[in-house]
């Protein structure tokens, strides 16, 4: 008795078997790197709370210890570039050096009022002992037109997250939420239901075959 075998539909399933196991894997991927970022997130948001009530028992006044921003200038390129976004945390004034990635409240007239970030290429001391930062944005030809005020430095930047920005943007509309979120969750359940079912109708169906024996 001759077999006849469809290679074309053997093909096929195996294409649709590749296609299913790397959805099934960025899909994973995508979602424990959205879950990692959220329990930073999280862990930051512990810190600064924890070090906020802190200061309010103790009567001081300080930036919080940790803190992020999204930067949307092209000031630092490309060092840091624009939607990248930035941890700092808070540190002593003595223990900034010349160097360094600051974020700090600018008293300067163009960017009165705004959080800028920038690195430190000199420290000076005031008549009054405090200490002043003189600072410049790295694609920036000229450094920043008034120095920086010890009391108005938030933090040192100890690390970038490339082009979180965007991802907030895009996260933050409802496309986005669906696209990136619902839909890939909803893809592994959906695959983990019927990994159970198949399971299920291949015990059930073994079960029947022993009753036939």
């Not at 997130?41 to 070090?51: E, G, M, P, V």
């Not at 009022?113 to 001391?125: C, M």
């Not at 005031?126 to 920043?144: C, M």
Request: with cysteine; aromatic share 16%; net charge negative.
């Amino acid at each position: 008795m001759k077999q006849y075998f469809d290679t074309n539909h053997d093909n096929v399933v195996s294409f649709i078997e590749i296609v299913q196991f790397f959805l099934h894997f960025f899909a994973k991927v995508f979602l424990y790197v959205v879950f990692l970022l959220l329990v930073i997130i999280f862990l930051l948001f512990i810190f600064y709370f924890a070090d906020l009530l802190y200061n309010i028992q103790s009567g001081e006044d300080k930036p919080p210890l940790f803190d992020a921003y999204v930067i949307v200038s092209p000031s630092m390129v490309p060092t840091i570039n624009v939607q990248d976004a930035i941890i700092i945390r808070r540190e002593e004034p003595e223990d900034l050096k010349q160097g360094d990635i600051i974020s700090f409240l600018s008293t300067d007239s163009y960017y009165s009022g705004k959080v800028i970030t920038h690195r430190i290429i000199g420290i000076e001391q005031a008549e009054d002992g405090s200490l002043l930062y003189r600072t410049k944005g790295d694609n920036n030809n000229f450094a920043d037109g008034t120095l920086v005020n010890e009391d108005n430095v938030y933090g040192k930047v100890l690390f970038r997250i490339p082009w979180l920005g965007y991802i907030r943007q895009f996260l933050s509309t409802y496309f986005g939420w669906i696209l990136c979120i619902a839909l890939p969750l909803l893809y592994l359940i959906l695959s983990e239901v019927i990994k159970v079912r198949k399971m299920l109708r291949r015990k059930r169906k073994q079960a029947e075959e022993v009753e036939i024996i």
